[in-house]
């Protein structure tokens, strides 16, 4: 027998018998044997004691730094959580689904129970405790090949009946599999494709975080599920980095700050998904939008205003209706022929716009953008405060140019996104393409088109020297797209700007324009939105800066706080003078303690406060205190005011902070 081992240096083992990963890193080094946790073997994820046979193999030994070897690791925990469970809860205990989270913020693993017994945030405790028990076992996972057959009847006769239905169903396949893979660690029995650690001792960091519903094979006719969520880590000491960024995220959920600052609010009466912006949420908002149309003129953009819904045949020409019916509130009728949409999306109304009128190649590029309201029938379980929603705003605009023009204008929409992730502090990003994927028929509009389209935003970023990766299948249905992914201050990322080309809907809408040669062209599209949409935006900005946002856009700028009633009347000169230099003031002369004062505003996170006491008022100037920075020494009004002002107009590149401690701001 010849078996041949090729390592990654390009190196070869040769052994004459069946050879596992693990006995090949003891004979490179027993440092090796003991550092690895699982293999790949040519590119598939296999157990350290997988023995293999006559022929050539490509090894490669994970060891705790690769991501592959982690997600062993989460797996693993969903074993010994599954065992723990029926140790703990008796044969009754039914195993479906374990697998390992590895793009998820919170969590590293789950397995789904259909339990006799129902179980509470404190049983977990009890669990873990049994959790620990079985990894001081050190039990050894041993995996079993056998035939469908005998996997049915021995998960059945542990009864385990969701196990023989996944095997039903596996045996269902054409052609069936000729084995199963069973996996034992001491007792406890599962069906499973593998890889796992090689015992349960190697698992040492983890931790059960919560349960939730989930339905047996997420379809909500079937029966009700306990989820248990959980992590684990190969150190304890990056899982205790974890559990605090989780409970950092917790304390900056942005539907309790929206609440607690009084910045939205999800109405039952109005609907889900459909937030409410209050007062200072709106301040904050406008601020924010303020500024992007200050943007958006100067760089040529000519403003429209476009209504809500529109007639289906219009969405009929788009493409978006009936394809996206099942993302899109339905149709209001008003006889068999005639209907009209929410609009899902602004285009449409805006190419009306393009169409009123000839245009010649000298008046292109066109842009046009809208805060337009689009509507999305999202699922309820996917609503969340203003980040997943049904009725929001896109920061939209549709840029209306010749080929020729084409890429200077996508590098001007890449500078304006820029500006905006760089003006908020949201300086961690990567860029991604998204791209059609051939293989799916969800795209209008000809190959060449495509082609050329990804051709386009491709040059752009190599051009601009961007970081970027390639997504297929990420594609809008209408061509492909820039998207920038933004890492928040928790390391979270989230999709916001996105630049998208389109050659497809010029077409399906027979938009022309007027060459130099007289004759008539087709002009491209771009839609692009730099926050994506403010409702989103603002929900990731709101857990960013956990509602301390900067001056700016702070809702209340200055509380104007009067020690006592005799410094009432200089407070609220201090306040009306604030005011006039065009500050957002909120004078408190209430007959509170001071402390008390302060301590509200540093609640409600107003980025100043100005103490005015007796010396304050004989004096003609304030106490200034920061939410974060506490005390900042007496000032004279006209230097603070003016400092304000800087501050506001910089976008916090200046502030009142020495500048060691600007960052004291988050
Ligand atoms: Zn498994
Ligand atoms: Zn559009």
């Not at 009700?224 to 990056?238: D, I, N, S, W």
Request: hydrophobic share 35%; proline share 6%.
């Amino acid at each position: 027998m010849n078996v041949t081992i090729q390592l990654p240096d390009g190196s070869t083992k040769v052994y004459d018998e069946p050879v596992s990963p693990y006995r090949v890193a003891q004979d490179i080094s027993p440092r090796l044997a003991k550092a690895a946790v699982a293999a790949e073997v040519d590119g598939q994820p296999r157990d350290l004691a997988a023995l293999l046979g006559e022929g050539t193999h490509r090894l490669r030994l994970l060891t705790d730094r690769d991501a592959g070897a982690l997600e062993v690791l989460r797996h693993t925990a969903s074993h010994v959580l599954a065992q723990a469970m029926v140790r703990l809860y008796g044969p009754k205990v039914q195993y479906t689904i374990g697998p390992a989270l590895m793009d998820d913020f919170q969590y590293g693993f789950y397995y789904d129970f259909d339990l006799p017994n129902s179980l509470s945030q404190e049983d977990l405790s009890k669990v873990e405790q049994e959790m620990q028990r079985i990894i001081s076992e050190k039990l050894p996972i041993e995996r079993l090949e056998v035939s469908l057959d005998e996997a049915r009847r021995r998960m059945a006769d542990i009864g385990q009946h969701y196990k023989a239905e996944m095997i039903d169903d596996l045996a269902k396949g054409q052609p069936p599999p000729a084995t199963i893979s069973l996996y034992r660690q001491g007792e406890f029995l599962d069906m499973c494709r593998g890889p796992h650690l090689a015992d349960t001792g190697r698992l040492k960091a983890f931790k059960l975080i919560t349960t939730a519903g989930a339905y047996w094979r997420g379809d909500e006719h079937n029966k009700m599920l306990t989820r248990v969520y959980g992590t684990a880590f190969f150190e304890p000491k990056q899982l205790e980095q974890h559990l605090a960024r989780i409970e950092e995220a917790r304390k900056r959920d942005h539907r309790v700050l929206g609440r607690q600052l009084g910045l939205f609010l999800v109405s039952d009466a109005v609907g889900p998904g459909l937030p409410l912006w209050m007062p200072n949420g709106a301040i904050l908002r406008m601020q924010l939008e303020n500024w992007l149309r200050a943007e958006l003129l100067k760089r040529g953009y000519q403003p429209v205003y476009t209504p809500h819904i529109g007639k289906l045949d219009l969405y009929r020409t788009s493409g978006h209706y009936p394809y996206y019916k099942d993302s899109q509130f339905p149709p209001i009728m008003l006889s068999q022929e005639e209907g009209y949409l929410l609009k899902p999306m602004n285009c449409p109304h805006h190419i009306q716009i393009y169409k009123a009128g000839q245009h010649s190649y000298r008046e292109l590029p066109i842009r046009l953008s809208e805060f337009g309201a689009v509507y999305r029938f999202e699922q309820s379980g996917e609503l969340n405060g203003l980040i997943r929603v049904r009725g929001f705003t896109q920061d939209d605009a549709h840029i209306f140019c010749t080929s020729q023009q084409l890429e200077a204008e996508i590098e001007s929409c890449v500078d304006l996104t820029k500006l905006v992730l760089d003006t908020l502090g949201l300086t961690d990003y990567r860029v991604r393409l998204g791209l059609r994927d051939a293989t799916v028929d969800k795209y209008i509009g000809k190959s060449e088109n495509w082609d050329l389209a990804e051709e386009n935003i491709r040059h752009v970023v190599q051009r601009l020297g961007m970081d970027y990766t390639d997504a297929r299948g990420e594609a809008a249905f209408y061509g492909p797209k820039i998207d920038f992914l933004v890492k928040d201050c928790l390391g979270r990322e989230w999709q916001l700007g996105t630049i998208q080309v389109d050659y497809n809907l010029p077409e399906r809408f027979e938009l022309e324009y007027i060459g130099p040669d007289n004759a008539p062209h087709r002009p491209v599209m771009i839609h692009r939105a730099p926050l994506g949409s403010p409702e989103r935006f603002i929900g990731i900005l709101i857990e960013h800066f956990a509602g301390a946002f900067p001056l700016w856009l702070s809702p209340v700028q200055v509380a104007v706080l009067s020690v006592s009633e005799k410094s009432n009347d200089y407070a609220a000169q201090v306040a009306d003078r604030l005011r006039q230099a065009g500050l957002r003031v909120e004078l408190d002369d209430s007959s509170q303690k001071i402390g008390a004062k302060i301590r509200q505003a540093t609640l409600q996170k107003t980025p100043y406060m100005a103490v005015i006491g007796a010396r304050e008022a004989q004096a003609g100037g304030v106490a200034v205190r920061h939410r974060t920075a506490g005390d900042l020494g007496a000032r004279s009004l006209e230097p603070f005011v003016s400092a304000l002002r800087d501050e506001v107009e910089s976008k916090g590149k200046t502030n009142l902070l020495s500048p060691g401690s600007a960052s004291g701001t988050i």
